[in-house]
C-alpha cells in the first residue's frame, strides 16, 4: 500500500495492495481520464510532484520514467510511501 496526495483536490488517500492508484483516484470522487488501464494508450498520465513512482507502463520513454514527474495510475505503483500528484 502506499498514499497518493492529490494536491488540486486537497485530498490523501491511500492505495490497498489489491487496487490501482487509477481506482483509488476514482473511489475518492476524483475524475481522470482513462482508456486502456494496461499502460499502453497514455490517457491517463498524471504528474508527479513528489515520490518515486513504480512505472509498469510501456507508454512513457525511459528517459521520461528516469524524470519521475509523471506516471500512469492505471498500471503504476510507487515506490516511495507516498506519491504527490497534480489532481
Ligand atoms: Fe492507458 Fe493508463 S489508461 S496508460
Redesign the pocket.
Known amino acids: 500500500p502506499f498514499k497518493l496526495i492529490l494536491t488540486r483536490s486537497g485530498l490523501e488517500i491511500q492505495v490497498e495492495s489489491d487496487q490501482t492508484a487509477l481506482e483509488a483516484i476514482e473511489d475518492a470522487g476524483v475524475e481522470i481520464d ?11 498520465v498524471t504528474a508527479v510532484t513528489c515520490g518515486i513512482p513504480d512505472h509498469r ?1 510501456t ?1 512513457l520513454s525511459a528517459q521520461e520514467k528516469a524524470q519521475n514527474n509523471q506516471f ?1 495510475p ?2 503504476s505503483r510507487a515506490l516511495s510511501d507516498s506519491l504527490t500528484l497534480d489532481l
Open positions: 482513462m482508456s486502456c488501464e494496461m499502460g499502453v494508450c497514455g490517457t491517463c507502463d507508454f500512469t492505471c498500471c
